[in-house]
C-alpha cells in the first residue's frame, strides 16, 4: 500500500501530480495531494489530509501536520511547523463570482517559524525566523522574528527562543533560554541571537 519514489516516500492514498520536486527523505502520508509545480524540500513531512498548490516553495525539514492546505502564494523556508489545520490564504478579497487567479498575495514564512493548530494566516503577511504564532491565533500583520503572537487579531505577547521557549530579558536586555543556554539581545524592538 506505499510508494518508494525515488529517495522519497509516498503513501498509495496520496496523489503527486507530474512536475513536482521532492527532496530526498521527504514523506507524503495518507491522502495528500501534491501539485503540479510545488517544489518540497529534503526531509519534510507532509501529514494527513493536506493539499500542496502549484508554485509553493517548502524548504528543508518542513512538517506539516493533518489537514492543512497550502496555497499558490506561499513560501516556507527550512524547519517551518505547520500545526494541525492551521489555514492560509491567498487573496485578500474573494469572491465567488470574480476570478482572481493570478492576483494571488505572497506569504513568506521564515526559517525556523512555527504556527500553531487551526490559526489563520491573512495573505500578504510575512512570518519572522523563529516566531510562535499561538494555537487559533489570526495573523494580520507581519510578525517579527522572535514573536510570540497569540488572539484574533494576533497581538505580540512576548519573544521566543529558538528552542521554543519565551525568554525573559534582564535589565541590560539579556535573555538566555533556559533549554540550550543561548543567549539573546533585545534592543530598539527586535531580538537578536547572540553569537
Same mark, same amino acid.
Given at each position: 500500500?506505499?510508494? $518508494?519514489?525515488?529517495?522519497?516516500?509516498?503513501?498509495?492514498?496520496?496523489?503527486?501530480?507530474?512536475?513536482?520536486?521532492?527532496?530526498?527523505?521527504?514523506?507524503?502520508?495518507?491522502?495528500?495531494?501534491?501539485?503540479?509545480?510545488?517544489?518540497?524540500?529534503?526531509?519534510?513531512?507532509?501529514? $494527513?489530509?493536506?493539499?500542496?498548490?502549484?508554485?509553493? &516553495?517548502?524548504?528543508?525539514? &518542513?512538517? &506539516?501536520?493533518?489537514?492543512?492546505?497550502?496555497?499558490?502564494?506561499?513560501?516556507?523556508?527550512?524547519?517551518?511547523?505547520?500545526?494541525?489545520?492551521?489555514?492560509?490564504?491567498?487573496?485578500?478579497?474573494?469572491?465567488?463570482?470574480?476570478?482572481?487567479?493570478? $492576483?494571488?498575495?505572497?506569504?513568506?514564512?521564515?526559517?525556523?517559524?512555527?504556527?500553531?493548530?487551526?490559526?489563520?494566516?491573512?495573505?500578504?503577511?510575512?512570518?519572522?525566523?523563529?516566531?510562535?504564532?499561538?494555537?487559533?491565533?489570526? &495573523?494580520?500583520?507581519?510578525?517579527?522574528p522572535y514573536a510570540l503572537v497569540v488572539g484574533?487579531?494576533?497581538?505580540?505577547?512576548?519573544?521566543?527562543?529558538?528552542?521554543?521557549?519565551?525568554?525573559?530579558?534582564d535589565k541590560n536586555g539579556v535573555a538566555t533560554?533556559?533549554?540550550?543556554?543561548?543567549?539573546?539581545?533585545?534592543?530598539?524592538?527586535?531580538?537578536?541571537?547572540?553569537?
Amino acid at each position: 500500500m506505499e510508494n $518508494q519514489k525515488s529517495d522519497y516516500f509516498v503513501h498509495s492514498s496520496a496523489i503527486v501530480d507530474e512536475g513536482c520536486k521532492i527532496g530526498k527523505g521527504t514523506k507524503i502520508w495518507h491522502f495528500s495531494h501534491i501539485m503540479p509545480d510545488c517544489v518540497i524540500g529534503e526531509n519534510c513531512n507532509i501529514g $494527513q489530509n493536506v493539499v500542496v498548490s502549484p508554485d509553493v &516553495v517548502l524548504g528543508n525539514n &518542513v512538517k &506539516v501536520q493533518n489537514n492543512v492546505s497550502i496555497y499558490s502564494g506561499v513560501v516556507c523556508e527550512d524547519d517551518v511547523f505547520l500545526g494541525p489545520s492551521m489555514v492560509f490564504t491567498n487573496v485578500t478579497n474573494p469572491r465567488s463570482a470574480v476570478n482572481r487567479r493570478g $492576483q494571488y498575495a505572497k506569504t513568506v514564512v521564515k526559517k525556523g517559524a512555527s504556527i500553531g493548530a487551526n490559526a489563520t494566516i491573512v495573505c500578504g503577511h510575512d512570518i519572522g525566523e523563529f516566531a510562535f504564532i499561538g494555537a487559533g491565533a489570526v &495573523v494580520t500583520k507581519h510578525i517579527l522574528p522572535y514573536a510570540l503572537v497569540v488572539g484574533n487579531p494576533a497581538k505580540q505577547t512576548g519573544w521566543m527562543s529558538e528552542y521554543g521557549h519565551r525568554l525573559n530579558f534582564d535589565k541590560n536586555g539579556v535573555a538566555t533560554c533556559e533549554e540550550s543556554g543561548e543567549k539573546y539581545q533585545f534592543k530598539d524592538g527586535h531580538v537578536s541571537k547572540i553569537k
